[in-house]
C-alpha cells in the first residue's frame, strides 16, 4: 500500500515544504514584530508537516517546490497586504483536509496520531493564526469597498450621461470631479454615522477609508477626459478603468472571504454598463429635449 501511494506522499511532502519556504520568506520580510512572529511559527508548523511526510519516503528525497508560487505570493502580499497573500495561499485547504482524513485508514496506528494532529493544525491553528495577522486594511475592507462601488457606479453614470448631452470632455470631466468631490464627503460623513454603531470601528478611519476610496475613484475615472478631445475614446478608458478597479476589489474579497470570484464580477460589471447605458439615454433624451445638441452643433460651426 506504501508503494502504491508513493506519488501521494511526494505531492503532500512537496506541498508542505512550498508553504514553509513561502511562510519562512514572508516573515523575513515582515517588519512588524508580532505579524513576524506568528508567520514564524507557522513556518515551523509547516516544517513538522514536512517531516512527518518525508518519513514514508526515500532519506535522499528531495522536495521539489514551485518559484513562481512563491514569487506570485510575495507579489500578491505587496499589492494586496498579508492576510489576502495567505488566504490565497490557503484557498486549496478544504481539498487536502479531506485527502488526509482519507489516508487515516491506510497508515499505522503510530502515524495515525501524528496526522490527526496534523488535520487538527490544518482545521483550526493556522485559521487562528490567519485570523491574528487581520490587517486593518481588512477590518475596513468594507468600507473602502463602499467607497469604490458607489464612485465607480455613480461617476461612471455622470460621464455615461453628459455623453448624451455633450461633445465636451472637459465638462464631463470636470462634472465627475465635481460630484467626487461632493458625494466622498456625503458618504464619508454616512460611514462616520454607521461606524459610530457598529462596535469595535473607528468612525474616523471608516469615513476616511470611505471618502478616499471614492475620490480617488472618481479621479481615475475623471482621468481620461482629460487626456483626449474626443468624448467616446475618453469614455471607453474610463469604462475600462471603471472594470479594472471593479475586478480589483471584488478579486480581493473573491479570496479573503473565500466568495465566487467570477459571478460577483460579472454582476459588479453588469451593473456598472447597465447604469451607464441609463444614464447615457436620459442624458440624450434631455439634451434633444432641451435643444443642447443643436447649440453645441451651432458652436462647432461657427
Same mark, same amino acid.
Given at each position: 500500500?506504501?508503494?502504491?501511494?508513493?506519488?501521494?506522499?511526494?505531492?503532500?511532502?512537496?506541498?508542505?515544504? &512550498?508553504?514553509?519556504?513561502?511562510?519562512?520568506?514572508?516573515?523575513?520580510?515582515?517588519?512588524?514584530?508580532?505579524?513576524?512572529?506568528? /508567520?514564524?511559527?507557522?513556518?515551523?508548523?509547516?516544517?513538522?508537516?514536512?517531516?512527518?511526510?518525508?518519513?514514508?519516503?526515500?532519506?535522499?528525497?528531495?522536495?521539489?517546490?514551485?518559484?513562481?508560487?512563491?514569487?506570485?505570493?510575495?507579489?500578491?502580499?505587496?499589492?494586496?497586504?498579508?492576510?489576502?497573500?495567505?488566504?490565497?495561499?490557503?484557498?486549496?485547504?478544504?481539498?487536502?483536509?479531506?485527502?488526509?482524513?482519507?489516508?487515516?485508514?491506510?497508515?499505522?496506528?503510530?502515524?495515525?496520531?501524528? /496526522?490527526?494532529?496534523?488535520?487538527?493544525?490544518?482545521?483550526?491553528?493556522?485559521?487562528?493564526? /490567519?485570523?491574528?495577522?487581520?490587517?486593518?486594511?481588512?477590518?475596513?475592507?468594507?468600507?473602502?469597498?463602499?467607497?469604490?462601488?458607489?464612485?465607480?457606479?455613480?461617476?461612471?453614470?455622470?460621464?455615461?450621461?453628459?455623453?448624451?448631452?455633450?461633445?465636451?470632455?472637459?465638462?464631463?470631466?470636470?462634472? %465627475?470631479?465635481?460630484?467626487?468631490?461632493?458625494?466622498?464627503?456625503?458618504?464619508?460623513?454616512?460611514?462616520?454615522?454607521?461606524?459610530? &454603531?457598529?462596535?469595535?470601528?473607528?468612525?474616523?478611519?471608516?469615513?476616511?477609508?470611505?471618502?478616499?476610496?471614492?475620490?480617488?475613484?472618481?479621479?481615475?475615472?475623471?482621468?481620461?477626459?482629460?487626456?483626449?478631445?474626443?468624448?467616446?475614446?475618453?469614455?471607453?478608458?474610463?469604462?475600462?478603468?471603471?472594470?479594472?478597479?471593479?475586478?480589483?476589489?471584488?478579486?480581493?474579497?473573491?479570496?479573503?472571504?473565500?466568495?465566487?470570484?467570477?459571478?460577483?464580477?460579472?454582476?459588479?460589471?453588469?451593473?456598472?454598463?447597465?447604469?451607464?447605458?441609463?444614464?447615457?439615454?436620459? %442624458?440624450?433624451?434631455?439634451?434633444?429635449? /432641451?435643444?443642447?445638441?443643436?447649440?453645441?452643433?451651432?458652436?462647432?460651426?461657427?
Amino acid at each position: 500500500m506504501l508503494a502504491s501511494r508513493t506519488e501521494e506522499y511526494k505531492k503532500y511532502c512537496d506541498d508542505e515544504y &512550498q508553504d514553509y519556504v513561502i511562510y519562512s520568506s514572508l516573515a523575513k520580510r515582515e517588519k512588524n514584530l508580532e505579524k513576524r512572529e506568528i /508567520l514564524e511559527r507557522m513556518s515551523k508548523q509547516e516544517h513538522t508537516h514536512y517531516l512527518f511526510w518525508k518519513e514514508f519516503l526515500s532519506e535522499n528525497y528531495e522536495p521539489k517546490i514551485s518559484k513562481f508560487t512563491l514569487y506570485v505570493v510575495l507579489l500578491l502580499k505587496f499589492f494586496f497586504g498579508i492576510t489576502f497573500s495567505l488566504k490565497y495561499l490557503e484557498r486549496h485547504e478544504e481539498k487536502v483536509i479531506k485527502e488526509y482524513e482519507k489516508l487515516l485508514n491506510y497508515i499505522s496506528e503510530e502515524k495515525k496520531e501524528r /496526522l490527526k494532529a496534523i488535520l487538527e493544525d490544518e482545521k483550526s491553528h493556522e485559521r487562528n493564526l /490567519l485570523s491574528q495577522l487581520e490587517s486593518s486594511f481588512v477590518k475596513y475592507f468594507g468600507f473602502v469597498v463602499l467607497g469604490l462601488a458607489d464612485a465607480i457606479v455613480e461617476i461612471s453614470g455622470v460621464h455615461a450621461g453628459f455623453l448624451g448631452v455633450t461633445s465636451s470632455t472637459i465638462i464631463a470631466g470636470v462634472a %465627475g470631479l465635481v460630484v467626487g468631490v461632493s458625494a466622498s464627503i456625503a458618504m464619508g460623513s454616512a460611514a462616520y454615522i454607521q461606524a459610530k &454603531q457598529t462596535m469595535g470601528m473607528k468612525p474616523s478611519t471608516s469615513a476616511i477609508s470611505t471618502g478616499i476610496s471614492y475620490l480617488g475613484a472618481a479621479a481615475l475615472l475623471a482621468t481620461p477626459y482629460f487626456l483626449t478631445e474626443i468624448m467616446i475614446i475618453a469614455f471607453i478608458a474610463s469604462i475600462i478603468v471603471a472594470v479594472i478597479l471593479t475586478s480589483y476589489f471584488t478579486f480581493y474579497s473573491s479570496v479573503v472571504f473565500e466568495r465566487k470570484f467570477i459571478g460577483e464580477f460579472l454582476q459588479n460589471t453588469a451593473l456598472i454598463l447597465a447604469t451607464a447605458l441609463a444614464s447615457y439615454l436620459f %442624458g440624450d433624451f434631455l439634451g434633444r429635449f /432641451l435643444g443642447i445638441h443643436t447649440y453645441y452643433n451651432n458652436i462647432n460651426i461657427t
